[in-house]
Nanobody, 118 residues
Framework: VQLQASGGGLVQAGGSLRLSCAAS????????MGWYRQAPGKQRELVAG???????NYSDSVKGRFTISRDNAKNMVYLQMNSLKFEDTAVYFC?????????????WGQGSQVTVSS
């Protein structure tokens, strides 16, 4: 499974951005997908995740502002980010858990820079 993310950029505080991530390869084997982020000097953290059936979960810091969704037919996962704050500035990574050769494996997309100006 390979992941290709797009949609980052620079936005003012209070603005919105939408990240997209396209999966390719053995997409039929993908289970959960999600978005992580890593700010300078900080550890990578989970922002939002979504099951194959579409059940989402969010970190407390983005709950109510971000929405994760996926389109299994198109092998896409999205992150709609509204009411962005300066502290949302980070590199965002899409992530997938898939069933490989008899065990679960993970795939990461390349990072997308999101910069929120205060």
């Amino acid at each position: 499974v390979q992941l290709q993310a797009s949609g980052g950029g620079l936005v003012q505080a209070g603005g919105s951005l939408r990240l997209s991530c396209a999966a390719s390869g053995s997409t039929f084997s993908i289970n959960n997908m999600g978005w992580y982020r890593q700010a300078p000097g900080k550890q990578r953290e989970l922002v939002a995740g979504i099951t194959r059936s579409g059940s989402p979960n969010y970190s407390d810091s983005v709950k109510g502002r971000f929405t994760i969704s996926r389109d299994n037919a198109k092998n896409m996962v999205y992150l709609q980010m509204n009411s962005l704050k300066f502290e949302d500035t980070a590199v965002y990574f899409c992530h997938a858990v898939y069933l490989g050769d008899s065990h679960f494996s993970t795939a990461w997309g390349q990072g997308s820079q999101v910069t929120v100006s205060s």
